[in-house]
């Protein structure tokens, strides 16, 4: 028998309907469309505005896309691994409540967090308990309403950041396709950089706390963008020596939708051609561990069975990587 390799078998995705515009932001705060899309690349992004509903929400709505289109039993998932940086509360597990309700009642459920890089963190993970034997579908959901964590006050952060949801099944693979390798990263020299001050057990949520505005994530944007251009660079161009392959065998690149810069700075770094580089930033902003799945999402229909595809991200704490995979199937 072959060796057990895991791959992706389906994708879905969700985004909310509210479209934040670069032209509505210029109404809220002091920026304007040419400063955001020559600085970020985004034109709009999506926003939950719903009363009540969170992001498990969003990855449901995700899963459900997946379900569907892929004709699974959800009886049939064995785990569901939720990629989130802004869950439901702090305590009770976004992920479990998600499984239940999408009937997936036999799988057991946790969630992942390691901010923008929370998906890519899962995608190991997920085909680890795949190639382990012990599991055959481990769904994986990347969503974020990161809307509920943003002062919308604060230009440096409003601009880039909005909500949505992504899913991928992970299956065994018994001819070389899915996932060959991955380098991944952390450095906690980050914690300061990008984060949420309080709410957590250093500082717990107080009335002070909340006049303050500190339950909304700040970051140094000059350095957090400084460390996303090298280390997400320098993880990719090792991905592809590691593995042999050069800028003609790789038929695309998955990046993080962070800001349009670090994109092109990745790609570079690659040799890659720009329409190698699958990008949706304009449309959704940053949506964390949204990002990558919804990237596959939309651009589903382009990718072959065979192909080589390398995925990278970057986020808060720091926490960076790339993986390598193969594609498993060509979209009916």
């Given at each position: 028998?072959?060796?057990?390799?895991?791959?992706?078998?389906?994708?879905?995705?969700?985004?909310?309907?509210?479209?934040?515009?670069?032209?509505?932001?210029?109404?809220?705060?002091?920026?304007?469309?040419?400063?955001?899309?020559?600085?970020?690349?985004?034109?709009?992004?999506?926003?939950?505005?719903?009363?009540?509903?969170?992001?498990?929400?969003?990855?449901?709505?995700?899963?459900?896309?997946?379900?569907?289109?892929?004709?699974?039993?959800?009886?049939?998932?064995?785990?569901?691994?939720?990629?989130?940086?802004?869950?439901?509360?702090?305590?009770?597990?976004?992920?479990?409540?998600?499984?239940?309700e999408i009937g997936a009642t036999n799988a057991f459920a946790y969630d992942l967090q390691a901010a923008c890089s929370s998906f890519l963190y899962g995608m190991s993970t997920a085909a680890a308990y795949v190639?382990?034997?012990?599991?055959?579908?481990?769904?994986?959901?990347?969503?974020?309403?990161?809307?509920?964590?943003?002062?919308?006050?604060?230009?440096?952060?409003?601009?880039?950041?909005?909500?949505?949801?992504?899913?991928?099944?992970?299956?065994?693979?018994?001819?070389?396709?899915?996932?060959?390798?991955?380098?991944?990263?952390?450095?906690?020299?980050?914690?300061?950089?990008?984060?949420?001050?309080?709410?957590?057990?250093?500082?717990?949520?107080?009335?002070?706390?909340?006049?303050?505005?500190?339950?909304?994530?700040?970051?140094?944007?000059?350095?957090?963008?400084?460390?996303?251009?090298?280390?997400?660079?320098?993880?990719?161009?090792?991905?592809?020596?590691?593995?042999?392959?050069?800028?003609?065998?790789?038929n695309w690149l998955v990046p993080h939708q962070a800001n349009r810069r670090i994109i092109d700075a990745t790609a570079n770094r690659m040799n890659l051609e720009e329409e190698k580089v699958l990008v949706n930033?304009?449309?959704?902003?940053?949506?964390?561990?949204?990002?990558?799945?919804?990237?596959?999402?939309?651009?589903?229909?382009?990718?072959?069975?065979?192909?080589?595809?390398?995925?990278?991200?970057?986020?808060?704490?720091?926490?960076?990587?790339?993986?390598?995979?193969?594609?498993?199937?060509?979209?009916?």
């Amino acid at each position: 028998m072959n060796a057990i390799t895991a791959a992706i078998t389906a994708v879905g995705g969700y985004v909310p309907d509210f479209v934040l515009s670069n032209k509505v932001l210029e109404t809220m705060v002091d920026t304007n469309d040419e400063w955001i899309t020559s600085r970020t690349g985004i034109k709009e992004r999506r926003i939950l505005k719903e009363e009540g509903k969170g992001t498990s929400f969003l990855a449901i709505k995700a899963a459900q896309d997946l379900i569907q289109k892929a004709n699974i039993d959800p009886l049939e998932i064995d785990m569901v691994i939720m990629a989130t940086a802004t869950p439901d509360m702090p305590v009770a597990s976004t992920g479990v409540y998600v499984a239940t309700e999408i009937g997936a009642t036999n799988a057991f459920a946790y969630d992942l967090q390691a901010a923008c890089s929370s998906f890519l963190y899962g995608m190991s993970t997920a085909a680890a308990y795949v190639q382990s034997g012990r599991y055959k579908k481990v769904l994986l959901i990347g969503a974020d309403k990161m809307s509920s964590i943003i002062d919308y006050t604060d230009r440096a952060t409003c601009i880039i950041f909005g909500d949505g949801a992504g899913a991928v099944l992970f299956e065994p693979n018994y001819e070389g396709y899915g996932l060959q390798d991955e380098y991944l990263r952390s450095d906690g020299v980050g914690r300061d950089f990008l984060k949420i001050p309080a709410g957590g057990s250093v500082l717990r949520t107080s009335a002070q706390t909340v006049e303050e505005n500190m339950h909304n994530i700040i970051q140094d944007g000059k350095t957090v963008f400084k460390y996303a251009v090298t280390n997400m660079a320098d993880a990719s161009e090792l991905i592809l020596q590691r593995n042999n392959l050069t800028n003609e065998n790789v038929n695309w690149l998955v990046p993080h939708q962070a800001n349009r810069r670090i994109i092109d700075a990745t790609a570079n770094r690659m040799n890659l051609e720009e329409e190698k580089v699958l990008v949706n930033i304009e449309r959704y902003g940053n949506t964390t561990s949204a990002t990558l799945p919804l990237v596959l999402h939309d651009f589903e229909k382009k990718l072959k069975k065979g192909d080589n595809i390398i995925f990278a991200a970057f986020g808060g704490g720091f926490t960076w990587g790339s993986i390598y995979l193969k594609w498993a199937y060509d979209t009916k």
